[in-house]
């Protein structure tokens, strides 16, 4: 009896590749969120999550970036690094793998649009109490001024 080893090693390169991926509770952690503040973000956000096992959920990389994005309690460009950290303590095999997928992740995403200065002390206006805002403008164009 021969066997196909090409198929033999197939499924488990994927297994392997989906069991490196990190968990809810792992992206949480880079995020700097509860587990079940992720849980809540990947259902809003459509995300389908890798079952692995009964219960353990893994995550792609770039939907990772993606809850950072969302959550906002950490640049995407800080969960990455520590994506990163802890790839390398724990799967080092999979570096480079996972920082071609955030390298691919940053160069789709769009290119930050800057507001002239007008439409940011408008906005700040709008948000803040006018003593307050009348402080966050000349504190604002103070700075700016110092940067041009």
């Known amino acids: 009896m021969q066997y196909d080893l090409r198929l033999s090693y197939a499924p488990l390169s994927r297994a392997a590749y989906i069991a490196s991926l990190p968990t809810l509770a ?3 952690t880079f995020i700097g969120q509860d587990p079940s503040g992720v849980s809540r973000a990947v259902q809003r956000l459509g995300i389908e999550p890798f079952a692995w096992g009964n219960r353990d959920k893994r995550l792609a990389i770039a939907d990772v970036l993606r809850l950072a994005i969302y959550a906002k309690r950490a640049t995407p460009e800080e969960v990455a690094a520590r994506l990163l ?6 799967h080092l095999s999979r570096v480079e793998t996972f920082k071609a ?4 992740f940053f160069a789709a995403a769009p290119e930050p649009q800057t507001r002239s200065d007008e439409t940011f002390i408008a906005e700040l206006r ?5 003593p307050w805002a009348e402080r966050a403008e000349a504190i604002y164009r103070a700075h700016a001024a110092n940067i041009r």
């Open 85 to 90: 950290a802890w790839t390398d303590r724990y």
């Open 101 to 104: 997928e955030i390298d691919a």
């Open 26 to 28: 792992n992206a949480a």
């Open 126 to 130: 709008a948000a803040l109490p006018e």
